[in-house]
């Protein structure tokens, strides 16, 4: 059975760095893109980066130039790096993993900009 866990959240001062994790247990074969999403209270789920099986990246126009998703194939991981962080950038933060077969989601995990 594979799972996500979830790595990095908590609360920061606005302007603060944190670093997410997302490592995967179990048996995968195969993996396509692997990415973030995030949900603020009353909002949406929206996709706040994603990345390729060949690296290419995607983001949420307000996150650009901030946040930074990289992946490690090896330990089947994928990392967002969140560099100026806002308020409105609080929300639950979920990773996902596409493969040919199912998906893969972690638990989520706050993140919290307040001063």
């Known amino acids: 059975q594979v799972h996500l866990v979830e790595s990095g959240g908590g609360l920061v001062q606005p302007g603060g760095s944190l670093r997410r994790s997302c490592v995967a247990s179990g048996s995968i074969l195969s993996v396509n893109n692997m990415g973030w999403y995030r949900q603020a209270p009353g909002k949406q789920r929206e996709l706040v980066a994603a990345?390729?099986?060949?690296?290419?990246?995607n983001s949420l126009d307000s996150v650009k130039g901030r946040f930074t998703i990289s992946r490690d194939d090896r330990k089947i991981a994928v990392y967002l790096q969140m560099n100026s962080l806002k308020p409105e950038d609080t929300a639950v933060y979920y990773c996902?993993?596409?493969?040919?077969?199912?998906?893969?989601w972690g638990q989520g995990t706050q993140v919290t900009v307040s001063s």
């Open positions: 990345i390729s099986s060949n690296g290419r990246t």
């Open positions: 996902y993993l596409k493969t040919p077969g199912p998906d893969y």
